[in-house]
């Protein structure tokens, strides 16, 4: 009885194994939205406030006093932070492939 078991556990395996096919992906054939370099992506920064009592800010990195990921500090004037320009409102626009660092 138990050899029968095993057989016909074997025969749904081989025949479950049989019925797998590998899936045809069609991101080759996709082709780009209308490919135009000028073109601007609209990036838009979110806050959730959650009790937190001060007011965030978001500055645009100084490309001319770049810093690392990790580098903290705290600077007594905001020129002597390594940020060029305030970023106003919770929205800026990019090209494709560009990036910004923000502060």
């Known amino acids: 009885m138990k ?3 095993y057989k016909i556990l074997i025969l749904i395996l081989f025949l479950d194994l049989l019925g797998c096919k590998k899936e045809i992906s069609n991101s080759e054939n996709l082709e780009p939205i ?3 370099p000028n073109r601007q992506i609209q990036v838009q920064i979110l806050w959730e406030k959650k ?3 001060l ?9 001319q006093r770049p810093v690392d990921l990790w580098a903290t ?3 007594k004037d905001l020129s002597e932070a ?4 305030k970023i106003e409102g919770s929205e800026f626009y990019l090209k494709p492939g560009s990036k910004k660092n923000l502060y």
């Open 3 to 5: 050899k029968l078991i």
């Open 34 to 36: 209308s490919f135009d």
């Open 51 to 53: 009790n937190f009592p």
């Open 55 to 63: 007011e965030m800010e978001l500055y645009e990195g100084a490309a």
């Open 73 to 75: 500090g705290s600077v």
């Open 82 to 85: 390594p940020v060029s320009s």
